[in-house]
């Protein structure tokens, strides 16, 4: 039996090259870096970057880490992933073509998960929440982050093609009790007309 595809994979390969086009960098890049300022990252943390898309999110993370700080940097599209990889070149940052839901990484091998703008492309979340439990260490945070409300991101993925059209973004109470049922536990759940952010925090060790 053959393994069933994700058709975002290709949906996504189709628009990589254009993404970029598509934002202002140097507007996008100072609202990561002040958001990333509030996550009160530590200058020697490993953070997983899920749908890290043609890298813009990687960036920012790289700047707000030290020199042993780390990103792992994943994407279901292959060719999201070569956007980013010639975009991004430094000796901390890796790529992996990957689903969230099997993650090329062991457990509690990171300090912090970084969801920005993917989390409405899962298709089980509940299954996804699991396996970024599993990776997180203890004491570890993920963040499921737009900079957009809610209502403006069910637009876009409304008139975006047959693949996400149905990629909804749901209120983000739902999305917190999602990651508690994985044995996380919510601690900043905001969803309004500037954006969205649901940050949940493994049990300490
Ligand atoms: C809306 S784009 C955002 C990309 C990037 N985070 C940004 O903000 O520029 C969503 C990205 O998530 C990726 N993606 C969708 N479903 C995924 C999955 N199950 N696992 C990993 N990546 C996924 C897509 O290929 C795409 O690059």
């Not at 945070?141 to 637009?155: E, G």
Request: negative net charge; aromatic residues 4%; proline residues 5%.
């Amino acid at each position: 039996m053959s393994p069933v595809v994700n058709p975002r994979s290709a949906h996504f390969d189709a628009i990589a090259d254009q993404w970029d086009g598509w934002d202002d960098l140097v507007a996008l890049g100072k609202r990561l870096d002040a958001g990333l300022a509030g996550f009160g990252l530590g200058p020697g943390e490993t953070v997983l970057d899920v749908g890290c898309g043609t890298g813009n999110l990687t960036l920012a993370l790289a700047r707000a880490l030290g020199k042993d700080g780390r990103v792992v940097a994943v994407d279901i599209s292959p060719r999201m992933i070569e956007v980013a990889r010639a975009k991004v070149s430094d000796p901390r940052v890796t790529f992996h073509v990957a689903e969230a839901e099997r993650l090329p990484l062991p457990k509690a091998s990171c300090h912090r998960v970084v969801c920005f703008s993917v989390w409405p492309h899962f298709v089980d979340r509940d299954a996804v929440a699991r396996e970024l439990a599993r990776v997180l260490r203890p004491g570890g945070q993920v963040h499921v982050w737009h900079l957009a409300s809610r209502d403006t991101i069910n637009a876009i993925h409304a008139s975006a093609g047959e693949a996400v059209k149905d990629d909804i973004l749901a209120p983000a109470a739902d999305t917190a009790a999602c990651l508690e049922r994985a044995g996380l536990r919510a601690a900043t759940v905001i969803d309004d007309a500037e954006g969205y952010l649901v940050t949940a925090r493994s049990r300490p060790a």
